[in-house]
Each structure stands twice: as structure tokens, then as C-alpha cells.
């Protein structure tokens, strides 16, 4: 990808992290242009910007401009900047968008529909199966699904998306030539050959550092028209994103959770403020007014983890318990089994760890 003089200008500007948008603005409007900046940059320009921020891009001109290119192209790296026609549209409305988002992969074609799908690192069996279900079910539907490449939620939903013949899009908070967590990899890779793309605003080399990934998480919202929240707890970083997304005016939908679950309390506080519910992808196809072509995880999907050595009265219990809790009176009622029958098989199954009895007299399978 080669790139003009004016671009390899806005390169070096985008090599300073501690460079805000508002002080990118100001430096190209004083000077004229990115070139015209860096052809006079000089200690005037300390004015115009933090000092960090100036040490960087003063240290970084010294390499001079085709030092940009030759990093892009060792790294077999594209661009693309405010400015142009590829950007993502939606990117651009926010209030601070990056000026230039560094790529591997295929950018979404304006105008696209997408969802970001957010969550807890340390999802649990339901949220990593509902991510991915939900996940699937929007790329079947030629939405868009974004998010952030890490443990967890962020992983399910790419792998989702994947399965559902879909584009997929992660948001990285360190710099494309450092993907975070490494185990990532090979989905990364598998993202980029399904059509996708990863992306960051921060330089090729800059490291995961914790301060990124706030920062970060606007783009996440930001290419978005949703944002769905799988999972998380009262003070998660993911509430983040939900932020910016709000800040954004994107729609904000939550999946309901298991009420004794650290990880649906935030799920469920957002969804008493006033956020869309979410039980599957068909929610967020209605509400925002995006026709359903297909539905796998309502229509096709048949739970294929059942145990093999239930009895068919347990199995009617395991079948009734699917992705959700119920009574024991409530039990009765959908599986037809008198109460001692059914008491019985409860026992066992407990005791043999398919299910688990909660406070209240409700069960749920394990581990769900």
C-alpha cells in the first residue's frame, strides 16, 4: 500500500499515543496540512500540544517520512484515514474519532449493519454459548459483529460470527504487530480469512498497555449502530462501553442473566435503566428495524450436549432446564412427572452433577 507524502505525514502524527484528537486538530489547522507540520515542527509547537506528546513526534521525525512507509509495508500493515471515502462511516460520527485506524483484513463496506457484543472475560457456559448463538444468528443476517478480541465474551461472539459464514471486526488496544492475549492468534488469523479485519488506532508496536483498552472501547461502540452486553459484573470495565455507546446514541440491549450470578448484575441494573432486552438475535433484528432472513439458534439449533446415560424421564428434566432455571412445581407442569417420580430424578442428577439446586427451590443444569 503506498502512501503520499501528506499520508505519511498523518502517519507520523499517528505515532504519538499520547497525541490527543483535539491536539491532532489543532496542530493540522495551525500548520495547513500534516506535511506542512511536520516539514516545520519545531519547539513553537510545544503550544500546541502536551509534552510527552511533542517529544514523541519530535524523536519520531528524525526517522524521516519513508521510515512510515517501510514500517507499513515490513509489516504488511494498510491504513485508512479520517478523511477517506473507506473509513467507516458510522466512526466518523462520534465526537473523537481516530485519525487513522491501522488494518489487517477487509474493512466494512459503507453503509453496513453491525452490533458490538461485549462482555466478561470470565464468561460463564451460558454467556459464552449465548454470545456465540447470538453472534450467529447476526451474521446470518449480514450484521456486522464487533468487538475486542480478548478472553471470553469477546471471543465467543468472534467465533459466533465465524460460524454464521459472517464478517467479523475486533477492535485491538495495542498496536497490530503486539495481538492481545497472544492465544488469540490463530482467531485473528481466521477473522482476517473470513473477510474481516482487525484494527487499532494505536501504532504498529505499541504494546496491550491497561490504559489502552478504555480508550479503545469507544471504536467498539463507536462502529456500531447496538451494542449487546453478555455478561457482566457491578464495576466491570466492559460498562465502559456501554458508556461510550450511550454517549454514541447507539441502541444498548442486555441478556438477561441467572439472578444469582455475579455476572448478570450489571446486565441487569442497564436493563432497569432503561436498556432493550435481549433473548436472542431477533430482538435486536426487530428493534432496530433489520429484516430477519434466518434464525439458527430458534429455528435449527438442537442442544447437543445432553448426556448420553439420562433415563428419559431425567432426560425430560435436563430438556425442561435448558437455558434457564424453574421450581420444582414448574418442573412438574413441563414434564408431566408425578412429584415423588420426579423428586427422585432430581436427586440423582444432582448427585451425579447434570443439575444444581438454587436458593428458593429453583434448579438449573450446571455449570450453565
Avoid at 16 to 27: D, G, N, P, T, V
Avoid at 130 to 135: D, L, P, S, T
Avoid at 275 to 301: V, Y
Wanted: charge should be neutral; glycine fraction near 8%; charged fraction near 25%.
Amino acid at each position: 500500500m503506498n502512501f503520499s507524502e501528506e499520508q505519511l505525514a498523518k502517519l507520523w502524527l499517528a505515532s504519538s499515543e499520547s497525541l490527543s484528537y483535539k491536539a491532532r486538530e489543532r496542530i493540522v489547522k495551525h500548520f495547513g496540512s500534516a506535511l506542512l507540520a511536520f516539514e516545520n515542527f519545531s519547539s513553537e509547537a510545544l503550544s500546541l500540544m502536551g509534552e510527552k506528546a511533542f517529544y514523541e513526534l519530535n524523536s519520531s521525525k528524525g526517522k524521516g517520512l519513508l521510515f512510515f512507509q517501510k514500517e507499513m509495508d515490513n509489516a504488511k500493515a494498510k491504513a485508512v484515514f479520517l478523511e477517506d471515502k473507506e473509513y467507516p462511516t458510522l466512526l466518523k460520527q462520534i465526537q473523537d474519532p481516530p485519525f487513522a485506524l491501522f488494518y489487517y483484513g477487509k474493512l466494512p463496506q459503507n453503509p453496513y449493519k453491525a452490533v458490538a457484543i461485549v462482555g466478561s472475560r470470565r464468561e460463564t457456559k451460558y454467556g459464552s454459548r449465548m454470545a456465540q448463538n447470538i453472534a450467529e444468528d447476526l451474521a446470518l443476517n449480514n450484521v456486522i459483529v464487533v468487538s475486542g478480541l480478548a478472553y471470553g465474551i469477546d471471543s465467543a461472539a468472534h467465533k459466533g460470527s465465524l460460524k454464521g459464514k459472517g464478517k467479523t471486526v475486533a477492535v485491538l488496544g495495542s498496536g497490530l504487530k503486539n495481538i492481545y492475549p497472544k492465544d488469540n492468534i490463530p482467531l485473528a488469523r481466521d477473522i482476517i480469512k473470513a473477510g474481516g479485519c482487525i484494527l487499532s488506532e494505536y501504532p504498529l508496536d505499541s504494546k496491550p498497555l491497561p490504559y489502552h483498552f478504555p480508550v479503545r472501547n469507544r471504536i467498539v461502540s463507536g462502529l456500531c449502530q447496538a451494542v449487546l452486553l453478555i455478561e457482566a459484573r457491578e464495576k466491570s470495565g466492559t460498562l465502559i462501553t456501554i458508556g461510550h455507546a450511550l454517549n454514541q446514541g447507539r441502541e444498548v440491549f442486555a441478556l438477561p442473566g441467572p439472578v444469582d450470578m455475579p455476572t448478570s448484575a450489571a446486565p441487569h441494573r442497564i436493563l432497569k435503566e432503561g436498556a432493550c432486552i435481549c433473548t436472542g438475535a431477533h430482538d435486536i433484528l426487530e428493534n432496530m428495524g433489520w429484516e430477519e432472513a434466518q434464525l439458527s439458534f430458534f429455528d435449527n439449533k438442537t442442544d447437543t450436549e445432553k448426556p448420553k446415560d439420562l433415563t428419559k424421564e431425567q432426560l425430560k428434566i435436563y430438556d425442561s432446564l435448558y437455558g434457564d432455571t424453574f421450581s420444582f412445581e414448574e418442573l412438574l407442569e413441563k414434564t408431566s412427572l408425578c412429584a415423588s417420580e420426579a423428586n427422585a430424578n432430581l436427586v440423582l442428577m444432582e448427585m451425579y452433577g447434570y443439575i444444581e439446586s438454587l436458593p428458593g427451590g429453583m434448579y438449573r443444569r450446571k455449570n450453565v
